[in-house]
């Protein structure tokens, strides 16, 4: 059963950074894609960042240059660093999982962590 816990996240100001982390249990570093997204209410789940098994990684538009997706040698914990960061990156950034290659749509991740707030201001 694939567990995923987010920590980090927090208030920031404008041009700041921030790390959030997600550690990962109970699934198959060979066969999982590991991403972060994030939502603003009302809005849909947007993903920022993807990690391939294979290593190959993903970032959305609005993030590239500024957020960057690792995960630590062991592959249980999958960090998300985050850069010069906007009042528009404000919200809840949720860590997730799926089996197979990473898509782009939220619908077919399986498994999320419990959501972690950013505010940028």
């Known amino acids: 059963h694939v567990q995923l816990v987010e920590s980090g996240g927090g208030s920031v100001q404008v041009g700041g950074s921030l790390r959030l982390s997600c550690a990962a249990s109970?699934?198959?570093?060979?066969?999982?894609?590991l991403a972060w997204f994030r939502q603003i209410p009302g809005k849909e789940r947007e993903r920022v960042a993807a990690?391939?098994?294979?290593?190959?990684?993903n970032y959305a538009d609005s993030v590239k240059g500024r957020f960057t997706i690792s995960q630590d040698m062991t592959k249980t914990t999958v960090k998300l660093q985050m850069s010069d960061l906007k009042p528009e990156d404000t919200a809840t950034y949720y860590c997730?999982?799926?089996?197979?290659?990473?898509?782009?749509?939220?619908?077919?991740?399986?498994?999320w962590g419990q959501g972690t707030q950013v505010t940028v201001s």
């Open positions: 997730a999982a799926k089996s197979g290659a990473c898509v782009m749509s939220a619908t077919f991740y399986g498994f």
């Open positions: 990690l391939d098994s294979d290593g190959t990684i």
């Open positions: 109970g699934y198959t570093v060979s066969t999982y894609c």
